[in-house]
């Protein structure tokens, strides 16, 4: 086999595997939150202008402080909130989008809170 058959097959093989891979959907990401409120009036603020954001990153709420149970390890704060993005990426820009870094500043204060961003398989 001569070597441009063998480098025109080697490329033909990659582009199909870049195109393949182009063609699947980004894994899913989820948002997890705990969150202790600490003022409720205040946090009722923030919780009025953060579903809008989210919505336009494409996520929605999967839990949003419904009744939960620690089973293993310190107690979860009060509230609880899992939110579903399409792609990693998306929650990521999500939460540093200048919209959301504006809604952060009216929970300052309001909440201790832990968010953490994970990838889907």
Same mark, same amino acid.
């Given at each position: ?25 980004? @894994?899913? !990401?989820?948002?997890? %939150?705990? /969150? ?7 946090? $009722?603020?923030?919780?009025?202008? +953060? ?22 390890? @310190?107690? !979860?704060?009060?509230? %609880?909130? /899992? ?7 998306? $929650?990521?820009?999500?939460?540093? +989008? ?22 889907? @398989?």
């Amino acid at each position: 086999m001569s070597a441009k058959l063998v480098l025109t097959t080697c490329a033909v093989a990659v582009l199909g595997a870049v195109s393949i891979r182009a063609l699947q959907p980004s @894994p899913k !990401a989820y948002l997890l %939150v705990q /969150v202790d409120v600490t003022n409720p009036q205040q946090y $009722g603020e923030y919780a009025k202008i +953060s579903p809008a954001i989210i919505e336009k990153f494409g996520g929605h709420f999967l839990a949003r402080g419904g009744r939960s149970l620690t089973l293993e390890g @310190p107690a !979860a704060p009060g509230r %609880v909130v /899992v939110i579903e993005f399409p792609s990693f990426e998306r $929650g990521q820009a999500f939460y540093n +989008s200048p919209e959301y870094v504006a809604a952060r500043k009216v929970r300052a204060g309001a909440a201790n809170a832990q968010f953490v961003l994970v990838e889907a @398989p």
